[in-house]
């Protein structure tokens, strides 16, 4: 179902803060009505209505059928075209709780108010010339953003970075295009060599910078969904104990009889800045019994996927075929082990079979609080090993859309270096086109509905 | 340790709204010195500087060190008395994002202001004399309100009921103190005989409505806490598919091998209007595996304090010995069973059964979505059952320490009654001075430091 955006000129209203407990909420309408639907519920009206624009002012919610008071709230009028969205709007700061913030939009529903819809605020803000696309499309990533390297990205997007740096390469293109154009205009003239030298370097420059940028989006797209870190090993090895230690209290049965934990137990944790996603998994042995088999196919699909493995293996036992098979599996420079049981055995192989395999490793007993911190600092430094590309380029790419074209651009530029070396202007010529069409569009000079409902639908509500 | 507020006029500040991802969330700060501190980073300073009381305006926030602009934010400030704290105050609304509200709140403690303790605010606004301390205390329950029931008390409680009520039956007590202390300084005239019995009839009735609020006190409780209601039943009835289809999607591993969930499986969840939480237990069968045990032990605990037992009993079997000793164990009129695989088998003798026990029950598959409303529909009405109280009286009490009081108070006045039929005026009189003093500290006259720490302790950070 395409929602035809350009018809509704309604009257909006969605909760806007973090759902959940809070002191307060805000509750924010917007579109031409937004005052008289408000007027309805806010009580006393007329307070509302002599209330100037931006000043706040404390009020009452009335259900005006029941007469109930559903709280008493403090709110601020914003008068076209000085607002967020540019429309007449109001904000109601009303307490923090589910159930008045039901209350009080469902009065506003029954006054003929409609929840807005995903991103509907910042949506009218830009068909309203209140900001670009750039920065209505930043406002998503700084609000979602899950850790400091993909917010300060989206920070300096906000303030116009990557708007810059893309009319800098516009500018790079439309100056080669220029002159490529003359050389097809005016073949008779000169054989272009310095300046066809000239422009394979400011092509290749940019090649460069694209894939910079790809790469950086790549790291970004790992940390902002989550890096999965799944605790593997043999049965018995005291993963679901190291598991329990990092989340620091008693989430699964810890048992010393083998095969315990058969499904898959995962939390969505914070380690440092980065969100994490723990998995404790089934222990690796032979069996034939089925629920465990389950369990043991899915540790294998971790083993081959996770962003970084911890092997959890005992210091008591040599390592085993099943431990072989696990560190073979895992891909290079992803895998650390946790050497556990260091109080009942100091076994001196496993340290120096771990040493020559180049493994990162820590040996612990996994049965005190203190050794939490020592295996977070030793998780963190290697989670940041993985994520350090500060000094790499700018991060200008702050969601799939944007990915998307500069993919495109990426093979475009590829296909023009490559028709450089065999001196199809032509064709050189056209392709820099459509790579200016592609840098138009990720600025938002050549938005069109279609676009714009795919942009504002991955917003939250209320945004 | 005991907290000093008074020797604390230090400018706090917190996160107001709730935790986690929004378009918006709010930063309050309150202080003598919070204009002056936020001023060191809200940008342009002197635009903050100029803006007048209760007006909201656009602003950055930058990090004055690093000159990092954080946010864009819009800002409000309340000149003292005239604000939620009675204080100097500053209100910034900045994206919900977690990142930005810790940069925020960071750059404030480096600049002198501290982070606020849980309900200093509105401790601040009592102190202040904004509010009395029932509607101080009110706050906290609309705020913490997990249904609708406790959450309409408490915005009564917020508009001054339950100070009337006491009020009122404060006045009662003085003219009955008044005439027995009458008595106790004349005792030669009259016999008093009419007058004792008014009294008494008094008393008799005040104590009714005190015993109607602890029972609406007990019940708000348990709806607060979350409506434990347990799974249980023989291994393999169902259970996990029947918590699955709960839950709507796969949470644990349904297989049809005895004993597959070891652990006790929890959710919480929301129920119509009510806070549940939905327990998917151990099977109940003779084993000894010591893992399943310790489940199995869980299990019996279930059964035995579960707010509402919802018993899994598969129809192709008849009931079994462990079933017989479930329902013996779980105590009248809280169980409900839900009779699975009734695809497989209509095994008549089981449904009798039931209905000879009076235990009310659906049969169903436990293969299909569209059972989902049923028995949701089923559970809920038994829910509601368990909650039917809304004619029993008003709900003044909101809080531990005023349900504390009033059972005080209850005691008491079954102690005046009891001393009436004896006619022991003088004890009937101090007892009554008792009583008057613990109204006075229910609404607050005769409040100390420590209460005040105890109560404000229980509020959240940033009201």
Redesign the interface.
Known sequence: MKMNYMDDNGTIAA????????????I?ISGKNAFSFAERCIDPPNKFKKASH????LYKITDNETRK????VTA?KYESPASYTGEDMVEI?C???E??IEEIISILIKQGVRLAKKGE?TRRAFLNGKMDLLKAES?NQ????T??IS?NRA?EI??GKSKNILLAWKKEIIKILAEIDARIEFPEEDDFLEEKDKNKKSIKNLLSEIEKELKIREKINVLDSGFEIPIVGITNAGKSSLFNLILGYNR??V?H?EG?T??VISEEIKIK?AKVKLLDTAGINETN???EL??IEKSWEYIKNGNLIILVTPADKEISENEKAIIKEARNGKMIAIISKKDISLFGKKKEYFKAQDIPFVEVCLRNEEERHIILDFISSHINISFNFMEQGFGIICNKRQEEIIKRTDKKIKLVLEKMDNNYDEIISNELKEILFDMEEFVGETENEEILDKIFSEF?I??
Do not use: M, W
């Not at 909760?15 to 805000?26: E, V």
């Not at 008071?69 to 008493?72: A, H, K, Q, S």
């Open positions: 909760l806007a803060t973090a759902p959940g407990c809070g002191a307060l909420a805000i924010r931006q000043k706040i002012k008071t559903i709280d008493e601020i700061i307490h923090g709780n159930i008045i605020f406002i700084i609000i979602n953003s850790n400091p917010y920070i906000y303030n699964t049965i048992h009889e315990t058969r499904d800045a019994n089925t629920v389950i369990g939250c209320g945004k």
